[in-house]
């Protein structure tokens, strides 16, 4: 045969080598992981559930997942093992100061916009801000005397200001 002619079928069995042999390399480093596992660490399933693993079997895993109600998983729900800072952050928000390298996100855009507001703050009122709170009838009542009012200043339903 040619070689020409059997450099593709070469090709996708190279490609096909290489792609098996990275998923074997990632099913390895989670079923170590796994066995890693230890009483008292912290994990996260792949359902998103945090738990505290409690006791650990061949193929199954007790977890806590509140404190006096336990689980019983298959490790390979197991998604990952966290380390203790990272769980108590997590699970019961303990605040310490995490090693973060590079800027910090806020949480909301607000620390964005404050130069911004102050600048706008002089130039709106608090008549341009959006209402959210519920109507009453006392303001439908009064939102209804204020369009009587407007209707008599000689424009009828449908008329407009534009020219």
């Known amino acids: ?8 079928f070469i090709v996708l069995i190279g490609a096909m080598f290489l792609m098996t042999r990275s998923a074997k390399k990632k099913q390895a480093a989670a079923a170590n992981m796994r066995n890693e596992m230890q009483p008292g660490t912290g994990v996260r399933t792949i359902g998103g559930m945090y738990a505290t693993v409690k006791e650990l079997h061949d193929d199954t895993v007790l ?5 006096g109600v336990h689980a019983i998983y298959a490790k390979n729900s197991i998604g990952a093992v966290l380390d203790d800072a990272e769980y108590n952050r997590i699970v019961h928000g303990d605040v310490e100061e995490l090693d973060v390298d590079g800027a910090i996100v806020p949480d909301d855009a607000s620390s964005l916009t404050e130069a911004e507001t102050a600048d706008a703050d002089e130039v709106t009122s608090d008549d341009a801000k959006t209402d959210l709170v519920k109507k009453t009838e006392s303001d ?24």
């Open 63 to 67: 977890l806590e997942v509140a404190p």
């Open 140 to 163: 439908d009542a009064e939102q209804a005397d204020d369009t009587a009012g407007k209707k008599s200043e000689g424009k009828a339903d449908g008329d407009t200001d534009a020219k």
């Open 1 to 8: 045969m040619n070689p020409v002619t059997l450099l593709p």
